[in-house]
């Protein structure tokens, strides 16, 4: 039965099937609404004390609240709705049909729809502020409309992406775009969005071309490929015609190479393209491997003491004011070779463990002048952000009014979070000698009671833990380089005893400062790598040592594209957004790409983008909440003179040095 209903009426119904919402698409559903009322029903069915509950249309009821409280609507608008029978099994079943068949739009009808809407008289801004979009996301899809038929028939039908109509719309020439669209569809090699803007934006390819001196002439006319020379053209000025054999032939030419590669270089996988270098959408999805160079062989040591000494002895000829200008010019090419031949021994590629070698892989590159070249970077797939999977661990973020927000992080992430969050807690433990000291006392007299089933919070028996990644080093972050100045500024004059007790005697014999210094290291780097999450990551007597010490994280850890948001779902990076500017901030970015989005927060939360003064201190003070040490309950007042840790706490004298957080 149809019925209008009054807004203040409808509730939220607990069997609507939609759990998650878009921000962004909200936005566009309550403008969308605003200019042109709402164009569907809603359902539901009777609830108790005279409401409805939503079945179908929750978005719809909570964008007419919206514009409610705006007074767009007023607060008795009457909303016409399709009342079911009271029966849930029916109610939650017409839910999932309603959300379950919705299609969205295809962009050629959106791009058709918009065209006509300017046709009309309206302008790019009216369409996008009626439905609520961006006048970029308007102008995109008016473009779009401007393709020539062949293209625009192919996108509507689904033969041709988005991103493929996109790139052929980087020339405005429609001969062009239907030439290279009859060229690429003829093909039996699939185009990327690459090859295409590269064709349509060159309508013939010089035989200088890096694509031409990868084939090779033979090749290309061999296979049909058509050669135009005017009268003075030469082998580099000549046109080859056909750019899209021309990119056939080339991109299985550099993937003959790519595999012949993987398999000598023992790589899990090569990936080519012909770029001159690896684009963002290449590399997206991978983290860079830690890799080392290769070390020297005794040979190329002894031909660089060769060319040293070769260097200094035409260097000499430079200097000498006597010498003859032959000699000079001589010896500057000479010093301009060595330089070159230096530069070339130790440019050797970068080694990488052998345990991740199996499952690494390489880019390969087409240089300028058509050699393929392996870029000396390695890559390993990122771990599949699924809940569930065994390489993912969910973590509870936070907790609002909606209850519990969980995100997925990957195994890799949450190991690489834990040990860089153990390097600050090491570093302010080795900044104590004082806490030191009890942590170790402690923890030796309290071996006999330890309880097995929780994870021990050191390694005081003498073990140093490696962490649960090998090889991992977070060399650009501030905890981990003070430990490392800590480190090298340690006195090590006992080390030249002959013996253990020698070195014993001498180790004795230094300053108290000196002794203390190692006491503080030596128990620091015990510690294992922990988060403050739930499972095997979790370790609460670390949690309460941050606590107690008084750690600011955000002083010494700030999120950034390669540590964090490059590795998190967008959602997550979103709702780190919200936690510091509100729907209002993360909606500005709910429609950027993941790649972009990760940059763009870089910024926001390094306080380099331009907000609010507020959300400027609230995203410098930002962490992830399993970075942060969770928070000591309240000990009752009775109990404090008894707690061993009173007076540290409250001495300030015992806290670490005042350059730490700066």
Same mark, same amino acid.
Request: glycine fraction near 6%; proline fraction near 4%; include cysteine.
């Given at each position: 039965?149809?019925?209008?209903?009054?807004?203040? $009426?409808?509730?939220?119904?607990? *069997?609507?099937?939609?759990?998650? @919402?878009?921000?962004?698409?909200?936005?566009?559903?309550?403008?969308?609404?605003?200019?042109?009322?709402?164009?569907?029903?809603?359902?539901?069915?009777?609830?108790?004390?005279?409401?409805?509950?939503?079945?179908?249309?929750?978005?719809? *009821?909570?964008?007419?609240?919206?514009?409610?409280?705006?007074?767009?609507?007023?607060?008795g608008y009457e909303v016409t709705c399709l009342v079911l029978e009271d029966d849930a099994e029916i109610a939650v079943e017409t839910s999932l049909a309603e959300n379950f068949h919705r299609l969205a739009m295809n962009p050629a009808d959106e791009a058709q729809a918009f065209a006509a809407l300017i046709e009309a008289g309206a302008s790019t801004e009216d369409v996008a502020r009626r439905f609520g979009l961006t006048v970029r996301f308007v102008e995109g899809r008016l473009?779009?409309?401007?393709?020539?038929?062949?293209?625009?028939?192919?996108?509507?039908?689904?033969?041709?992406?988005?991103?493929?109509?996109?790139?052929?719309?980087?020339?405005?020439?429609?001969?062009?775009?239907?030439? =290279?669209? #009859?060229?690429?569809?003829?093909?039996?090699?699939?185009?990327?969005?690459?090859?295409?803007?590269?064709?349509?934006?060159?309508?013939?390819?010089? @035989?200088?071309?890096?694509?031409?001196?990868?084939?090779?002439?033979?090749?290309?006319?061999?296979?049909?490929?058509?050669?135009?020379?005017?009268?003075?053209?030469?082998?580099?000025?000549?046109?080859?015609?056909?750019?899209?054999?021309?990119?056939?032939?080339?991109?299985?030419?550099?993937?003959?190479?790519? $595999?012949?590669?993987?398999?000598?270089?023992?790589?899990?996988?090569? $990936?080519?393209?012909?770029?001159?270098?690896?684009?963002?959408?290449?590399?997206?999805?991978?983290?860079?491997?830690?890799?080392?160079?290769?070390?020297?062989?005794?040979?190329?040591?002894?031909?660089?003491?060769?060319?040293?000494?070769?260097?200094?002895?035409?260097?000499?000829?430079?200097?000498? #004011?006597?010498?003859?200008?032959?000699?000079?010019?001589?010896?500057?090419?000479?010093?301009?070779?060595?330089?070159?031949?230096?530069?070339?021994?130790?440019? $050797?590629?970068?080694?990488?463990?052998?345990?991740?070698?199996?499952?690494?892989?390489?880019?390969?590159?087409?240089? *300028?002048?058509?050699?393929?070249?392996?870029?000396?970077?390695?890559? @390993?797939?990122?771990?599949?952000?699924? =809940?569930g999977d065994d390489d993912v661990v969910e973590v509870v973020a936070s907790v609002d009014s909606d209850g519990k927000r969980r995100a997925a992080l990957s195994k890799r992430l949450i190991d690489e979070l834990a040990m860089q969050r153990r390097d600050v807690l090491a570093l302010h433990v080795a900044s104590d000698p004082g806490l030191s000291l009890d942590i170790m006392v402690f923890t030796l007299a309290d071996a006999d009671t330890h309880d097995w089933r929780s994870?021990?919070?050191?390694?005081?028996?003498?073990?140093?833990?490696?962490?649960?990644?090998?090889?991992?080093?977070?060399?650009?972050?501030?905890?981990?380089?003070?430990?490392?100045?800590? *480190?090298?500024?340690?006195?090590?004059?006992?080390?030249?005893?002959?013996?253990?007790?020698?070195?014993?005697?001498?180790?004795?014999?230094?300053?108290?400062?000196?002794?203390?210094?190692?006491?503080?290291? =030596? =128990?620091?780097?015990?510690?294992?790598?922990?988060?403050?999450?739930?499972?095997?990551?979790?370790?609460?007597?670390?949690?309460?040592?941050?606590?107690?010490? @008084?750690?600011?994280?955000?002083?010494?850890?700030?999120?950034?594209?390669?540590?964090?948001?490059?590795?998190?779902?967008?959602?997550?990076?979103?709702?780190?957004?919200?936690?510091?500017?509100?729907?209002?901030?993360?909606?500005?970015?709910?429609?950027?790409?993941?790649?972009?989005?990760?940059?763009?927060?870089?910024?926001?939360?390094?306080?380099?983008?331009?907000?609010?003064?507020?959300?400027?201190?609230?995203?410098?003070?930002?962490?992830?909440?399993?970075?942060?040490?969770?928070?000591?309950?309240?000990?009752?007042?009775?109990?404090?003179?008894?707690?061993?840790?009173?007076?540290?706490?409250?001495?300030?004298?015992?806290?670490?040095?005042?350059?730490?957080?700066?």
């Amino acid at each position: 039965m149809i019925k209008s209903i009054p807004l203040t $009426k409808l509730v939220q119904s607990p *069997r609507n099937v939609r759990r998650h @919402g878009d921000p962004a698409a909200d936005s566009e559903l309550k403008a969308s609404i605003a200019a042109h009322g709402l164009l569907q029903n809603l359902i539901v069915r009777p609830a108790a004390r005279g409401k409805f509950e939503v079945e179908a249309g929750e978005r719809r *009821r909570c964008a007419l609240l919206a514009l409610a409280e705006e007074r767009v609507l007023p607060k008795g608008y009457e909303v016409t709705c399709l009342v079911l029978e009271d029966d849930a099994e029916i109610a939650v079943e017409t839910s999932l049909a309603e959300n379950f068949h919705r299609l969205a739009m295809n962009p050629a009808d959106e791009a058709q729809a918009f065209a006509a809407l300017i046709e009309a008289g309206a302008s790019t801004e009216d369409v996008a502020r009626r439905f609520g979009l961006t006048v970029r996301f308007v102008e995109g899809r008016l473009r779009l409309a401007t393709l020539a038929p062949v293209v625009f028939d192919a996108l509507a039908s689904g033969e041709i992406t988005l991103d493929l109509a996109k790139a052929f719309g980087a020339t405005s020439d429609q001969e062009i775009q239907a030439r =290279v669209y #009859e060229q690429a569809s003829s093909g039996y090699y699939a185009p990327s969005a690459d090859s295409i803007r590269r064709m349509v934006l060159s309508g013939t390819v010089r @035989g200088s071309d890096a694509r031409a001196r990868l084939v090779g002439r033979d090749a290309y006319t061999a296979a049909g490929g058509r050669i135009e020379r005017e009268l003075f053209d030469d082998d580099d000025s000549e046109s080859w015609v056909d750019v899209a054999l021309l990119e056939t032939l080339a991109s299985e030419e550099m993937e003959k190479r790519a $595999k012949a590669l993987a398999a000598e270089q023992g790589l899990a996988w090569v $990936k080519p393209t012909l770029d001159a270098y690896a684009s963002h959408d290449l590399v997206e999805g991978l983290i860079r491997l830690p890799a080392e160079p290769a070390p020297l062989t005794d040979a190329e040591l002894a031909r660089l003491d060769e060319l040293d000494a070769s260097y200094d002895d035409h260097a000499a000829i430079l200097e000498d #004011e006597d010498s003859a200008e032959e000699a000079i010019a001589a010896a500057e090419a000479t010093i301009e070779a060595i330089e070159r031949e230096c530069q070339d021994i130790r440019a $050797k590629p970068p080694e990488l463990a052998p345990e991740l070698k199996a499952n690494a892989g390489m880019i390969l590159v087409l240089s *300028r002048d058509g050699t393929p070249v392996l870029q000396p970077v390695f890559y @390993g797939e990122r771990d599949i952000e699924v =809940v569930g999977d065994d390489d993912v661990v969910e973590v509870v973020a936070s907790v609002d009014s909606d209850g519990k927000r969980r995100a997925a992080l990957s195994k890799r992430l949450i190991d690489e979070l834990a040990m860089q969050r153990r390097d600050v807690l090491a570093l302010h433990v080795a900044s104590d000698p004082g806490l030191s000291l009890d942590i170790m006392v402690f923890t030796l007299a309290d071996a006999d009671t330890h309880d097995w089933r929780s994870r021990a919070a050191t390694t005081l028996r003498g073990g140093v833990p490696a962490g649960p990644i090998v090889g991992f080093e977070a060399k650009d972050a501030p905890a981990s380089a003070s430990l490392a100045d800590l *480190r090298s500024g340690l006195d090590e004059s006992w080390r030249s005893g002959e013996d253990a007790s020698s070195r014993f005697k001498m180790f004795r014999a230094l300053a108290d400062e000196s002794r203390a210094a190692w006491l503080g290291f =030596v =128990v620091a780097r015990t510690l294992e790598a922990s988060l403050n999450m739930a499972g095997e990551r979790q370790i609460a007597f670390q949690d309460h040592l941050g606590s107690a010490i @008084g750690i600011d994280m955000a002083q010494w850890w700030r999120p950034t594209a390669a540590n964090y948001f490059d590795r998190v779902s967008k959602q997550v990076i979103l709702d780190a957004l919200t936690d510091v500017g509100g729907l209002e901030l993360s909606s500005r970015f709910a429609s950027v790409k993941k790649g972009d989005l990760a940059m763009s927060a870089e910024r926001v939360f390094a306080g380099t983008y331009i907000t609010e003064v507020e959300v400027r201190e609230r995203a410098l003070a930002w962490v992830p909440e399993v970075m942060r040490f969770a928070d000591l309950p309240e000990i009752p007042a009775d109990n404090e003179a008894q707690s061993p840790n009173a007076d540290f706490v409250a001495n300030d004298d015992n806290q670490p040095p005042s350059e730490l957080a700066a």
